[in-house]
């Protein structure tokens, strides 16, 4: 494997890991620490020959994991670490090398991003100690969109707020919108063009690219802002805090845990934040399974007709992210209700669509097209890094 990255993804419960070689569609070694502080934790993923790996960790913490995953890594020597940072604030723009003074800047920031950020630092601070001499790069969620212009970023609060505390919109999953619009700009006959994206896991947010660069999307000060997810509300109108903690005395703590962690699919359904899960239930006539797709595909729909008034001329819809790349019927749902920007699927073509398939899904004509990208946040995490450290510094 020739000059290989390690990106690092590091949650409060779970480290995600890949060990990126410099020739793109090399083979990967990568994998994922889960349950990390419990009994039960556990490292599984595949080695350089593409065999599973699965081991008890048990009790593992951060610097534990850290470790295992160097063994893992057998002997292949990284040139740098790419670590995924949620929030990089106003201040970072771009991937940005990682030494003491820096950690500090970070450590300060994650006010503004207190579920994330802390987590993050802690995967930095346990690779620095393993890994003392080697580059370490931060690779910022929210720094593919530091183009957006004040009209999109801006809330209409007073300005103090954001002069002070920084409240404006910044957005996140910037690695996935970043990699997916220069992929399909390097796809399609349209480069360069306007393009909104749908990236759709766990959570999900839309974007509008224009000539590669951000210039609106629909997450904001957090990743709760905008459409439906897994467990998140998306967009709840603001009165809802005042009426609940006047309704049922509910604390600022109580209502963050009900709009993070028990709205959204989950929610709306009573059933799974998992969509295979609710496609399933609702073919069995759940009507609650039923009622959260029909939700999630018409807030989907809206947000892109929102986002559509960023770009000065609509060249497609791309569609990534677990159920943006394999539920063929939610994309078809979300296209069907936006027939006046001239969309049409190929049945055939969405249908085949699923797996890992990258391909243009629309029925073709001159109007805007439709694609499926798979993303991969790792391989923008690594060509940034790299791009960093071949940079000679002054
Ligand atoms: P994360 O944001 O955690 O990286 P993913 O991008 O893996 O998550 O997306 C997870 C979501 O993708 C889940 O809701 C899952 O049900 C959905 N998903 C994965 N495969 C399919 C499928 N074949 N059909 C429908 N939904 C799917």
Redesign the pocket.
């Known amino acids: 494997m020739q000059d290989p990255v390690l990106v690092i993804n590091c949650g409060s419960s779970s480290i995600k890991y890949a060990l990126v070689p410099s020739v793109p569609q090399a083979p990967r070694l990568a994998g994922l620490v889960e349950r990390l502080g419990a009994v039960d934790a556990r490292l599984t993923g595949t080695d350089r020959r593409g065999q599973r790996v699965s081991r008890a960790l048990h009790g593992a913490g951060h610097h534990e994991a850290m470790a295992a995953i160097l063994e893992q890594l057998e002997g292949l020597a990284p040139i740098g670490v790419g670590h995924r940072i949620v929030h990089g604030g106003e201040r970072f723009t771009a991937a940005t090398l990682l030494n003491d003074a820096m950690m500090r800047r970070l450590e300060a920031m994650s006010e503004l991003a207190p579920l994330h950020n802390p987590a993050n630092l802690e995967g930095v601070a346990a690779t620095r100690r393993l890994f003392p001499t080697l580059p370490q790069v931060a690779v910022f969620d929210t720094a593919f969109h530091q183009s957006l212009p004040p009209r999109a970023y801006r809330y209409a609060l007073p300005e103090a707020l954001y002069r002070n505390l920084g409240i404006r919109r910044y957005g996140f999953h910037g690695s996935s919108h970043a990699y997916v619009s220069r992929r399909v700009d390097r796809l399609s006959d349209r480069a360069q063009g306007g393009w909104l994206i749908a990236?759709?896991?766990?959570?999900?947010s839309t974007c509008a690219v224009w000539q590669g660069r951000s210039l609106d999307t629909s997450m904001g000060l957090t990743p709760l802002e905008g459409l439906v997810m897994?467990t998140r509300s998306g967009d709840v109108d603001p009165g809802l805090h005042a009426h609940l903690s006047r309704r049922l005395g509910w604390s600022p703590a109580r209502i963050d845990t009900l709009l993070n962690k028990e709205s959204g699919?989950l929610g709306l359904s009573g059933l799974?934040?998992?969509?295979?899960?609710?496609?399933q239930a609702a073919a069995e006539h759940h009507a609650g399974a039923a009622l959260a797709i029909e939700v999630f595909s018409y807030r989907l729909a809206k947000s892109l007709a929102g986002l559509s008034c960023a770009l000065p001329r609509l060249d497609g819809i791309v569609f990534?992210?677990?159920?943006?790349?394999?539920?063929?019927?939610?994309r078809a749902r979300a296209i069907d209700q936006l027939p006046h920007f001239g969309l049409r699927l190929s049945a055939t073509a969405n249908a085949h669509a699923?797996?890992g398939q990258e391909g243009r899904i629309d029925a073709g004509g001159g109007g805007p097209q439709v694609w499926v990208i798979p993303?991969d946040e790792e391989a923008h995490i690594a060509g940034e890094t790299r791009r960093l450290l071949e940079i000679p510094r002054p």
């Open positions: 990236h759709l896991g766990n959570g999900c897994g699919l799974s934040n998992d969509m295979r899960r609710l496609e990534t992210g677990g159920i943006g790349e394999n539920a063929a019927a939610i699923v797996d993303t």
